[in-house]
């Protein structure tokens, strides 16, 4: 079983794409040495992250990290449990926006317009994370 938490923030202020990958390779850094995989969605200043690996490791990047960050206000966890398997097994730290998602996923979503169902019968029946994403960023 992997432990899995996904959670909404808005960001304190805008983030340029130089700002949002800098803050993606230090975490992907981070979370390779963790076993944490995971993905940051960012859309008019609101993220959507995913993280996925143990419950400790998870845990502690959550509480002890994200939580203290300044970067975001307003944050709130939408999921925390346990699946079967990762929904993002390839990814240390990436990031997906509404219209990339679905190009790295194996579960194939729409682009937001469409965000309706995930199309692939080879997803994991309890992902979660997924039918997050979808509500998230089903109107931007």
Not at 60 to 85: F, N, Q
Request: glycine share 4%.
């Amino acid at each position: 079983m992997i432990h899995q938490i996904a959670y909404i923030s808005l960001s304190s202020t805008p983030l340029s794409p130089n700002l949002l990958g800098d803050i993606i390779d230090v975490s992907r850094r981070n979370n390779r040495r963790r076993g944490i995989t995971s993905v940051l969605m960012y859309h008019d200043r609101l993220f959507f992250q995913v993280l996925e690996g143990s419950e400790e490791a998870v845990q502690c990047v959550y509480y002890e990290h994200i939580l203290k960050d300044p970067r975001h206000s307003a944050l709130s966890l939408v999921w925390d449990g346990m699946v079967d398997t990762r929904s993002f097994p390839q990814w240390t730290m990436e990031y997906a926006g509404p219209d990339k998602f679905d190009k790295h996923n194996p579960c194939v979503l729409p682009s937001s317009p469409a965000m309706e169902a995930v199309k692939s019968a080879n997803c994991a029946r309890n992902s979660v994370a997924l039918e997050l994403a979808k509500v998230v960023f089903r109107d931007t």
